[in-house]
Nanobody, 115 residues
Framework: QLQLVESGGGLVQPGGSLRLSCAAS????????MGWYRQAPGKVRELVAA???????NYADSVKGRFTLSRDNAKNTVYLQMNSLKPEDTAVYYC?????????WGKGTLVTVSS
């Protein structure tokens, strides 16, 4: 089994910053991609950003230039630095690891951007 533990969500004012972390534990061999999705109320879950073991990244257009995804392979942890946050970034953010035919998800962490 693979466990994903997220941290770093909270309430922030528009224009502010937050950093989310996701640590993988358990059977961690053969993990390649790790990433973050988000789901706002009444909307479908969408990809925010993903990163391969080699460091190649992919971002949603809506967060390019504002969010940065990084990875510490030794710690099996990914970090999502979110800057210039907007109210429309408000959502539950989920860590994701695809492996073979399986998709592993964290429990989610709430990010609220509001004045």
């Amino acid at each position: 089994q693979l466990q994903l533990v997220e941290s770093g969500g909270g309430l922030v004012q528009p224009g502010g910053s937050l950093r989310l972390s996701c640590a993988a534990s358990g059977i961690i061999f053969s993990i390649n991609a790790m990433g973050w999705y988000r789901q706002a109320p009444g909307k479908v879950r969408e990809l925010v950003a993903a990163i391969t073991r080699g460091g190649n990244t992919n971002y949603a257009d809506s967060v390019k230039g504002r969010f940065t995804l990084s990875r510490d392979n030794a710690k099996n942890t990914v970090y999502l630095q979110m800057n210039s946050l907007k109210p429309e970034d408000t959502a539950v953010y989920y860590c994701n690891v695809p492996r073979g035919s399986m998709q592993y998800w964290g429990k989610g962490t709430l990010v609220t951007v509001s004045s």
